[in-house]
């Protein structure tokens, strides 16, 4: 499975808590984007699609939402509630977010550019691209 958990280095003292996060260096890759995901509500689903080439760290700054993790083999869950643990999915991983609670709001840095031709959004056509 082409994903982890990234336990981050917390700094924290009377004032509060602060994280860092650097390009090549606490994350495997380049950051070219950051986007993030707020508003959310319970029973509307996110996600369903794969990445050919893009790498993403997610975290979930507030809130919690679950990540179905699936390499076309085996599908995994995956529970985002911490802004301490960042999330690496790599290279053709199906991903589904579900169980979001309300106002979850989750950043995410992202290896390249918005490509929509890049994305996979059909299941079987995922499974196709992985036996190419
Ligand atoms: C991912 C998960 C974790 C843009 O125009 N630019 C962007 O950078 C992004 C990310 C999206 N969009 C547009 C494309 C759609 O019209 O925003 C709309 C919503 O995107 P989408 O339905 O893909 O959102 P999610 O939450 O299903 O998926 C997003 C990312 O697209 C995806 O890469 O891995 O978050």
New binding site residues.
């Given amino acids: 499975m082409n994903y982890k958990l990234i336990n981050m280095k917390v700094f924290g003292d009377e004032r509060g808590k602060l994280i860092s996060i650097e390009g090549n260096r606490t994350i495997p890759f380049d950051i070219k984007?950051v986007?993030w995901?707020f508003d959310t509500v319970p029973n509307q689903d996110?996600?369903?699609?794969a990445?050919k080439n893009?790498e993403?760290i997610?975290v979930a700054m507030d809130g919690s939402c679950d990540f179905i993790l699936d390499d076309g083999k085996t599908r995994e869950k995956v529970v985002l509630n911490r802004p301490d643990i960042a999330l690496y999915?790599g290279k053709n991983m199906w991903?589904e977010?579900k169980n979001f609670s309300y106002g979850c709001k989750?950043m995410?840095l992202?290896s390249d550019?918005?490509d929509?031709s890049e994305?996979i959004r059909n299941y079987d056509d995922f499974i196709k691209e992985l036996n190419k």
């Fill in positions: 984007r986007y995901i996110r996600g369903k699609h990445h893009m993403q997610i999915i991903r977010m989750l995410v992202a550019y918005y929509e994305y």
